[in-house]
């Protein structure tokens, strides 16, 4: 890394905040990457880097790609993202370090909207709305989304039958080899929603029981953990951690596809084109997975799952229109569906930053003082000290 600010200028972020609380120990960095499209949204990760550099380049790099998802999503919010640096990976949330963190987040006065990342619960964003209203993925009584995963793998699905438009001229996945690598939240519910359109599926996790559970329940076949990158098949779904398609990796594969919902699973940008030289077809991953984030979008005016399900099923669209580009410009489509993002904010976005008192477009012109409609609102101060 050269210097922060380099750095920062580099990848287009508008504001970095370091933010310490002595006495809660917090220890924690906020990246408003931008809010060209809106307030910038992204998850909350607690983890334990080695050293702060990692910490502060996962930050950048993660909320960076919060405003490229967001934005070939058709979304009207920025990317942002904060990481909380904890002495362990699973160290707990002590709830004055929430509450300092939601204290941090509040004097941002909407420019950065917190959600759930690796690491955090649904108790963590309730704690943290108790010191300030943006933050989204509060409990569902308040008016939040609940869990994303469904919503997710449904997104997931719709992006594999474009892929399968892409290969074979139909999106149509009956009597396709699926291998799912991750049986966990999202990895679970695609199993699921593949075997219910025909799929045969192949699946594998590095905790055997929940393959195992996951298989019986939808019929799958298992494999253990190493062997799911060489599975032969029709499409990889990559549904665990980032960073599977490396430059050993890619010669291993036997899929004719990549699609899946893990976020940044190429280990560089560079493997974008060895995919693509090898023949492999990839669905980005910040397309394939955008499911998340429109569930939570759906907050914003007054949550429905319904809504929020169909929503997520438009992006075979967008996967179509990434994939058709992609061919008629011969490269790689993680490329070009960054080319798309880019594209739509240098069209569509504000030349301006997003300032507390800004409108959203969902608030008719008016101010932004809430992320939810008035009846669902966790009430930052209604919500007592339940965590
Ligand atoms: P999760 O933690 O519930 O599930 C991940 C699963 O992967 C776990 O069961 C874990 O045991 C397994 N796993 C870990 N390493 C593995 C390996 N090497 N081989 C096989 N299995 C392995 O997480 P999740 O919520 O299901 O999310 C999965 C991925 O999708 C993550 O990369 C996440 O960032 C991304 N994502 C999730 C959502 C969502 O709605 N939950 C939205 C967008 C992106």
């Known amino acids: 890394m050269t210097t922060v600010t380099g750095e920062m200028m580099a990848r287009g972020h508008e504001q970095v905040v370091f933010v310490t609380d002595v006495a809660s120990g917090l220890r924690a960095i906020i990246a408003v990457h931008s809010t060209a499209l809106g307030p910038a949204l992204g998850g909350v990760r607690f983890w334990h880097y080695e050293r702060e550099e990692d910490a502060l380049l996962d930050v950048l790099r993660l909320s960076e790609a919060m405003t490229l998802k967001a934005s070939i999503a058709g979304l009207h919010q920025g990317g942002g993202k ?33 959600a759930e990342d690796v690491g955090a619960t649904q108790g963590d964003m309730d704690v943290i709305a108790r010191e300030t209203p943006w933050v989204t993925g509060v409990a569902p009584t308040a008016g939040g989304s ?22 074979d001229g139909a999106p149509d996945i009956s009597g396709y080899r699926v291998a799912v690598q991750g049986a966990g939240h999202v990895g679970a519910h695609l199993v699921a929603d593949l075997a219910a359109a025909g799929a045969s599926v192949v699946v594998a996790d590095v905790n055997d029981v929940r393959a195992h559970e996951v298989a019986v329940a939808h019929g799958a076949e298992v494999v253990v953990s190493d062997d799911i990158l060489a599975v032969e098949c029709d499409v990889f779904a990559p549904c665990a951690l980032g960073g599977v398609l490396s430059e050993a990796a890619v010669p291993l594969l036997r899929c004719r596809a990549v699609c899946g919902a893990a976020n940044n699973q190429l280990a560089d940008d560079h493997v974008d084109d060895l995919l693509y030289e090898r023949g492999v077809l990839y669905g980005p991953d910040f397309v394939a997975n955008a499911g998340g984030i429109i569930n939570i979008a759906e907050e914003f005016t007054g949550y429905s799952r319904d809504r929020a399900l169909a929503r997520a099923e438009a992006i075979e669209g967008t996967m179509t229109r990434v994939l058709e580009r992609a061919r008629a410009e011969d490269r790689g489509p993680g490329g070009v569906a960054e080319d798309i993002a880019r594209e739509r904010i240098a069209r569509e976005g504000s030349s301006n930053r997003w300032h507390p008192g800004d409108p959203a477009a969902w608030t008719n012109g008016q101010p932004l003082t809430r ?17």
């Open 371 to 387: 992320l939810r409609p008035a009846h669902a609102q966790p009430g930052h101060l209604q919500l007592g000290s339940s965590s």
């Open 146 to 167: 609940g869990d994303p995963s469904p919503v997710t793998a449904l997104g997931v699905l719709a992006a594999i039958r474009a892929v399968a438009q892409a290969l």
């Open 82 to 114: 904060v990481v909380v640096l904890l002495d362990a990976v699973d160290a707990p949330h002590p709830e004055p370090m929430l509450l300092a963190l939601g204290r941090a987040i509040d004097e941002l006065g909407g420019r950065y909207l917190a």
